[in-house]
């Protein structure tokens, strides 16, 4: 069974660090983009950073520029989210997608593209960020 699941999230203060885990299991990443996804209560779904697994190729969205980091580890079939430096706009549950052999890392993170796109898709996990 193809599966991406998350974890990591939860209550961090302003300008704290959290790192979130994508694993994949019934599949290997190789050849897959893998993205992240955020979407906040009464706003839309925003691709925040995705990586081509063979390439290392990476994408970040402005709002995320320079604090966040995405990474994978080959051996363990995961890829990372390291967030540093986070804000109360941080907020919000974030999920992973993986997309088998995107055409370009920037499209991989086009959230106007439907979920029926991605190969797989995670559950989400909870980020809040409040003092």
């Known amino acids: 069974q193809v599966q991406l699941v998350e974890s990591g999230g939860g209550l961090v203060q302003p300008g704290g660090s959290l790192r979130l885990s994508c694993a994949a299991s019934?599949?290997?990443?190789?050849?897959?983009?893998i993205g992240w996804f955020r979407q906040a209560p009464g706003k839309e779904r925003e691709g925040v950073s995705c990586?081509?697994?063979?390439?290392?190729?990476?994408y970040y969205a402005d709002s995320v520029k320079g604090r966040f980091t995405i990474s994978r580890d080959n051996a363990k079939n995961t890829v990372y989210l390291e967030m540093n430096s986070l804000k109360p706009e941080d907020t919000a549950v974030y999920y992973c997608?993986?997309?088998?052999?995107?055409?370009?890392?920037?499209?991989?993170?086009?959230?106007?593209?439907?979920?029926?796109?991605?190969?797989?898709w995670g559950q989400g996990t909870q980020v809040t960020v409040s003092s």
């Open positions: 990586i081509i697994y063979n390439d290392g190729n990476t």
């Open positions: 019934g599949f290997t990443l190789d050849h897959y983009g």
């Open positions: 997608a993986a997309e088998w052999v995107p055409f370009t890392v920037q499209g991989m993170c086009d959230s106007h593209r439907p979920i029926s796109d991605y190969n797989a």
